[in-house]
Structures are given as structure tokens and as C-alpha cells.
């Protein structure tokens, strides 16, 4: 297992459409993914689920990945987010 | 998706007599001479009023078309001495007109009727006003000179709404096309569907008048769903308002997870709506379909549930909320 702590650097945070760009992201790994915001864990791979977080900007985000390809799927979700899910 | 644009097809031209068998009826046409030219051809939708023709210019007589004389073009006639009238009337015959439609009831002289019949023009008679028949003759030529294409697919009324369900052969649209017919669906036509472009941006579908309601099922071979299930399970013609394209599901093909990235696809140079739905057993692909439909009204009715629930987190980002229990005390319901 691999966690991964991050900060939504966009400046409309994780609305709906970077959510839709990380569950599609996210589904491409067989890795297991879980997002977790203030003690709230969801299932990175449920756009409902990523949606429900509502991260602003600066929120901070815990990430854990399970699974066979867990460091490319980290990777992979880091530098998304990172990137602030190509927006500004 | 694949609609093979080269199988689109229109008519070049229809003949006097099918397009006066085809609506004397409806449009109350009746034959005035006796004119021998109902293999004449009409090769444009529009319709033309002869009147400077009578007057005497002819540049840019639109001659081939159809030509109505309404209540304006008699009483010019009929404010000419007898000569000038017949001399006006044989500047249009010189023309291969293929017919000419009289309206309001109006009637020519005899002589006039007969200079026609001897250039094989027929002429019919109506009682509807010119702007009436006008716009009935022109919306037949339309649909006969629209745009077809025949598709392989499903189309069938879901809650009124024209789904046309595509895929490639044996991927199971007949079969889904029979489970929304069970289901209380009217199937409009399968495997052989042809489209007609009505209007503007308008799609028409219907089945063969050979095969109509007949199905093959894999395994079965040929049914007839209107003897089966009943005059309730089918309809002849309905609007193709989407396009729901069924594909085994594939690991890296990209599909919509808000439904607010809309695709379309291009028939007949209308654009539709389009969903691709990946399918794996166990997916109930019925039900799906009949989701999308409901949707789809929801959306026509101004209610697009992405488009809500994508408001609503932006705001919640907004306000820096988060995702709580919809309900915040749960008083003593124990059930």
C-alpha cells in the first residue's frame, strides 16, 4: 500500500469535471483507491464519491492505493492533481 | 461510429401521376383537361407562381418546377380580351411545364385547357387557397425528394422518445429491441431502419414496407412482433432522437462518467444525440436504455441532473462545505 498526502492547487478545487478527469484517471489502474479529506474516505474511483468531498482549493487530500500497479496509479493521480487537473 | 455516408440516397424526380395519386385525396386535386402527361417530371421541391411568366417575361422562369395559379394569376387572365388570354397562357406552354395546380377552385376557359392538353401540361383544380396548397404540395416534395439512409439498428418509441440502438451485428440489438418491447416499448423497426431527413434538422424513421415488424432472433429465426405482441407493440414512423451505440466494453476507451462531455454523431447532416454504452453479461442493457430515454425528457423538460449536481458542489466548494449526512439528526425512527 501507498499513501500520498496532496493539495488541490486549481483554483476551482475538485469540481465536477477534474472529478470526472480523476475517477477516469483512477480506472485505468487495477489498484485499489481511496481519497480521504477530514476523515472522510471515499472510493476514488466513484465520481459521486470524489464529488462528495467538495476540496476547495488548498484543501488537503490523503491518498492510498492498493494493489498490483500501485506506484504507477500514485503516479499517475499525484501528477494530475498537481497539475491542478490542467485547468488554470 | 460507423454510418456509411455512400448509402445515402434521394429521389432525382417524381412523376405527375405518382405525386397526384399519392394526394388527390388529401389535397382534393381534381384533373381539369385531359392532358396525357402524367409521366411529366417534377425534379425540384419548389413550387413556382407564373405570374410575370403570363405577363410576359420568362428570364429565370422557373418553368420545371410546379407551377400554382391562385386567385392573382386568373384575374390578370381574365382582365385580358380573349386573344391577349390565350396568348399570355401559350407564353407559359412554350415551357415544359410538368403540371399546373389552380387553386381557390378557380377553372381556365376551355380553349386554355385544351392548349394545354395538346402540350401534354395536366391541369389540376383544388378548393384550398394558394397559401394552404402551397404549403401541403411543398411539404409532400419535400419529404419525397429528402435525404435517406438506410441504418443497421433497432429504432423503438421508449416513453415516446425515438431510440435508435446501433452496434455492430450479434451484439444483442434485436434482442434488447424485443425486451423493451415486452416491457410495454413499441418497436418501430429492426436491422433495416431507413432514416428521412424531415425539414431541417429533423430525423424520420421507419422499417421496409417488406419486412415492417419481422425480427430475426439468434437461434430462433424469423418472428413477426405485431402478431405476436400486438398492435400495441409497434408503430409505423417515429422521430430518431437518439442514438444509443452498444459496444463490449473495452479497458482504455474513454466513457462519460457526468454525462456533461455530451457526443453527438452526424446522420444525414443533422447532428444527434449520442450514447455509447458499454456492455458486459449481467448488465441489464434495458433498463439503461430506458434510463436514457428518461433522461433525455428530463433534459427536453429543462432538467439535466449533471448539470444540477455540478452547481451544487460548486457551490459547496465555494463555501468550503463538505459532503454530510443529508439528514442531520436522526430523531427516533428506528423502523
Known amino acids: ?88 | 461510429m460507423k454510418l456509411d455516408p455512400s448509402s445515402e440516397t434521394r429521389k432525382r424526380s417524381i412523376s405527375v401521376g405518382s405525386l397526384f395519386e399519392a394526394t388527390k385525396d388529401r389535397f382534393k386535386l381534381t384533373q381539369l383537361n385531359g392532358a396525357n402527361g402524367f409521366a411529366n417530371e417534377i425534379k425540384d421541391k419548389n413550387l413556382h407562381r407564373p405570374g410575370l411568366a403570363l405577363a410576359g417575361y420568362v428570364g429565370l422562369f422557373t418553368y420545371d418546377r410546379l407551377q400554382i395559379m391562385g386567385n392573382t394569376e386568373i384575374r390578370y387572365l381574365k382582365s385580358l380580351d380573349p386573344e391577349q388570354r390565350r396568348n399570355a397562357f401559350t407564353t407559359l406552354l412554350e415551357f415544359q411545364i410538368p403540371c399546373i395546380v389552380l387553386t381557390n377552385g378557380n377553372l381556365l376557359d376551355a380553349n386554355l385547357l385544351e392548349a394545354a392538353s395538346a402540350k401534354a401540361i395536366p391541369i389540376f383544380g383544388t378548393e384550398f387557397s394558394t397559401t394552404k396548397i402551397s404549403y401541403f404540395l411543398a411539404d409532400f416534395l419535400d419529404d419525397q425528394f429528402a435525404p435517406q439512409v438506410v441504418v443497421h439498428g433497432s429504432l423503438v418509441d421508449v416513453y415516446g422518445v425515438g431510440v435508435l440502438v446501433a452496434g455492430r451485428s450479434g451484439i444483442g440489438k434485436s434482442e434488447i429491441a424485443l425486451d423493451l418491447v415486452e416491457r410495454g416499448h413499441r418497436l418501430v423497426a429492426d436491422d433495416v431502419v431507413m432514416i428521412t431527413r424531415k425539414g431541417e434538422g429533423i430525423l424520420i424513421g421507419a422499417g421496409t414496407d417488406l419486412v415492417k415488424h419481422f425480427m430475426e432472433v439468434r437461434g430462433l429465426g424469423l418472428i413477426d412482433v405485431r402478431s405476436m405482441f400486438g398492435i400495441r407493440a409497434i408503430r409505423y414512423q417515429k422521430r430518431v432522437e437518439i442514438i444509443v451505440e452498444l459496444e463490449e466494453w473495452k479497458e482504455n476507451e474513454d466513457y462519460t462518467r457526468t454525462g456533461l462531455d455530451d457526443s453527438t454523431v452526424t446522420i444525414l447532416d443533422v447532428e444527434m444525440p449520442l450514447v455509447k454504452l458499454p456492455i458486459f453479461p449481467g448488465k441489464n442493457v434495458t433498463v439503461i436504455t430506458e434510463v436514457i430515454s428518461l433522461n433525455y425528457l428530463l433534459k427536453h423538460y429543462g432538467y439535466d441532473a449533471a448539470k444540477v449536481l455540478a452547481k451544487r458542489l460548486e457551490g459547496m466548494i465555494e463555501h468550503k462545505g463538505q459532503g454530510n449526512r443529508a439528514i442531520n439528526y436522526f430523531e427516533h425512527d428506528f423502523e
Open chain 1, 1 to 88: 500500500m501507498i499513501e500520498r498526502t496532496v493539495t488541490i492547487v486549481n483554483r476551482a478545487g475538485l469540481h465536477t469535471r477534474p472529478a470526472a478527469a480523476l475517477v477516469k484517471t483512477a480506472a485505468r489502474f487495477r489498484a485499489e483507491f481511496t481519497i480521504t479529506k477530514d476523515s472522510f474516505e471515499i472510493n476514488g474511483k466513484s465520481i459521486i464519491g470524489v464529488m462528495t468531498l467538495a476540496a476547495e482549493k488548498g484543501s488537503s487530500l490523503t491518498l492510498r492505493f492498493d494493489g498490483p500497479d500501485e506506484e504507477q496509479a500514485a503516479e499517475a493521480i499525484v501528477d494530475l492533481i498537481a497539475r491542478g487537473f490542467d485547468e488554470d
